[in-house]
């Protein structure tokens, strides 16, 4: 359980007992928050504490686009990024504001007001009532408050949408498959050519299909998004990310990073799903993000300005100051192939999207972009990293050399 959450000046601090990221402040939208935020963390059993460890401090540039329904909802609340702390038993934070002349002479709060601490348990989404939510409630039945019908129907519609993301894929999977098997380039090029008959029978220019992990594979609770599936027209370029949670994770524990940030984007930030349409771990592995089928143009919150006709690929780590790995980026790679050749794209070229705003473009301005962006190039923020921004040249042309081309 969370205990003695509490507030001190600009200084957070908390003592947990949970395995799972401390998620650090959250504040009403759109409030950004203006100036340093570090934590520290204490090992589960141990009096030893890490260093202090700074923290992007604002993750909105990954959401929805303006004057969308998910944008507009009234739940968006503003965020740093998250950090994956693994097994821990305390945590602290401060915040230090970053004062202008003209913040103080308006006599302006130099912090965002309600800012407070999310603690997340990856496990916490689960019927068996383990660990917090976000918001740091019990997620157990509570017979005393909640009636048995409303349970009932929570367990239904949680079972409706857990089929309707499974059906999502089910072209390519059995309906409650764990993962999409990886097929040979022949068979990637003999399904698409099945899919697109009365077309030309030209030879398609797509990569193999490689192993994605479906939502039920990684362990998404689907009774914690937003009913219902939104798709955008096509998918004409990729945003690559990095999730800035930090590289101190074992791959076995990427389905635990993952399902702590689907909470953290649902319940702490107030999206309809995960923002990401993929994920990929240090070893490789791929992951179904947003809910609505890995080959579907499934519109995502990643790039705010640019959600639609692209997907997001969020790369789990930290990538300023250390390597992506050689792994992760043939799978960013190989991903690339596949779901941008499924739409006639080539990794290695150019193509133009309209801005739906934000601090790089106006609403409306049609911007030529690569095809393969960082983002970064959509949107000024220091995503994904300079190590894997840089990495993101060869990474086109190896996904066009996966295509054939």
Aim: positive net charge.
């Amino acid at each position: 359980a969370r205990r003695g959450v509490h507030a001190t000046g600009t200084d957070l601090a908390a003592e947990v007992h949970d395995q799972g990221p401390a998620w650090l402040p959250s504040y009403p939208a759109p409030t950004e928050l203006r100036g340093r935020v570090q934590v520290r963390t204490r090992s589960h059993g141990t009096r030893h504490w890490t260093g202090w460890q700074d923290i992007e401090t604002h993750n909105h540039e990954h959401g929805a686009d303006p004057d969308t329904a998910e944008r507009g909802s009234g739940r968006v609340r503003g965020s740093t990024a998250p950090l994956w702390v693994g097994n821990s038993d305390g945590v602290e934070v401060r915040v230090q504001a970053a004062v202008d002349e003209r913040s103080t002479s308006a006599g302006e709060s130099p912090l965002p007001r309600g800012m407070h601490l999310e603690l997340v348990d990856p496990d916490g989404g689960s019927s068996s009532g383990r660990g917090p939510t976000a918001s740091g409630r019990s997620t157990g039945w509570n017979a005393g408050t909640d009636s048995v019908t409303t349970a009932l129907d929570a367990a239904m519609a949680a079972t409706t949408a857990a089929h309707e993301a499974s059906a999502a894929d089910a072209a390519l999977a059995p309906l409650g498959a764990t993962a999409i098997p990886a097929l040979s380039k022949a068979r990637t090029e003999r399904e698409y050519l099945a899919a697109h008959q009365g077309e030309p029978r030209a030879k398609p220019y797509i990569g193999a299909r490689p192993r994605i992990v479906t939502r039920r594979g990684w362990g998404a609770d689907e009774g914690l998004r937003e009913r219902g599936l939104v798709y955008t027209k096509m998918v004409k370029a990729a945003f690559v990310h990095h999730t800035a949670s930090g590289n101190n994770y074992r791959c076995s524990q990427a389905s635990s990073v993952i399902r702590s940030i689907y909470r953290y984007h649902v319940k702490s930030s107030g999206w309809r799903d995960i923002g990401y349409n993929f994920l990929v771990d240090k070893c490789g592995t791929v992951y179904e993000g947003r809910a609505g089928g890995v080959a579907k143009p499934v519109m995502g919150a990643h790039t705010l300005g640019f959600n639609s006709d692209t997907m997001g690929i969020a790369v789990l780590g930290t990538f300023a100051d250390t390597r992506p790995a050689a792994a992760a980026l043939r799978a960013v790679a190989r991903l690339t192939a596949w779901k941008l050749g499924l739409y006639g794209v080539n990794p290695r070229g150019k193509t133009y999207l309209k801005s739906g705003g934000g601090n790089l473009y106006r609403k409306g301005k049609n911007v030529r972009l690569n095809v393969i962006s960082g983002h970064r190039d959509g949107f000024a923020t220091e995503c994904p990293g300079r190590l894997l921004y840089g990495k993101l040249g060869s990474a086109r042309t190896t996904a066009a050399r996966y295509q054939g081309r």
